[in-house]
């Protein structure tokens, strides 16, 4: 598939007609909105405006959360108009993030991660205690606390809607990398999240093993078109495997609302 048509089907299906469990989608003149229904952030994933509206648009959704006393997150890729959204929401107090870049893989290609070899350490997890081991590495390896991330691993991992899928490499009975897959129903992509791995041992394989075993999981599937948020660590990496960058995304987060 050509670029074009590739960010066209990544608009159209992972930012416009994007549905995930456990929230409301809303759509208004000017936006796409995810109103949550758990204590999770809501989320604007698609705006249209223009220099004439913009203001007005992001006081109206402001208003709109705030009547909910729900923070939210928008995000904003470098692609969307007005061209200074991302200044229009920081002058209104959001606070702006780590910008992403929007990696995608071809599978209907020819793809160096469906012939990667996939280490005997690396397994597919079936359980909630090893969604927790995926939670105890994150947390060694970013010094943060992920136990909101291991709930919401939790539900989606007992929702078969969710289609999420979790893998880790252990050795001697520890996990010491880990990641997981989205499988979107009805569109084309599959999304990646995680891969971290504990210092001790990287440049072992462990990454570019997680990488090809959920490739071959959206492609055996039917998904042809892997998605990643990368960090700027971790672009370099995703290009060596394969990756082309579609754009950066930055998330925009409102202030909190009691």
Known sequence: ????????????????????????RERTDSVIRKVSLSNEPGFIS??????S??????????????????????KVFDYDQPLDLKERLRKKGFTLEESEALMISDLTETNQLLDTQVL???KRLTTEQEIWDI??????????????????????????????????????????????????EGTPF?????????????????????????AREASEKGYPLLIVDASSMSKPILEKHGFHCYGYSTPCMSPKFS
């Not at 670029?3 to 992972?14: A, E, G, P, S, V």
């Not at 698609?46 to 220099?51: A, F, L, P, R, T």
């Not at 402001?62 to 928008?74: G, N, R, T, V």
């Not at 105890?136 to 969710?162: C, H, I, M, T």
Request: proline residues 2%; glycine residues 6%.
């Open 120 to 122: 005997p350490e690396v």
């Open 53 to 74: 509206n913009a203001d007005k648009f992001i006081e109206e959704q402001i208003a709109y959360y705030k009547s909910l006393k729900q923070q939210f997150e928008w």
């Open 135 to 184: 939670i105890k590495l994150e947390e060694e390896v970013w010094n943060e606390n992920y136990q909101d991330l291991g709930q919401r691993l939790v539900r989606d991992f007992n929702d078969p809607s969710a289609h999420l899928s979790l893998y880790g490499a252990y050795v001697d009975g520890k996990i010491v990398s880990a990641a997981w897959i989205y499988l979107h």
């Open 190 to 214: 599959a999304s990646l999240w995680g891969g971290s791995t504990l210092a001790g041992f990287r440049k072992r394989g462990y990454y570019s093993a997680l990488l090809a075993i959920r």
């Open 1 to 24: 598939m050509d670029r074009n048509t590739i960010l066209d089907l990544f608009n159209q299906h992972l930012r416009i007609g994007i549905i995930e469990p456990n929230s409301q």
């Open 46 to 51: 698609y705006s249209e405006m223009d220099e």
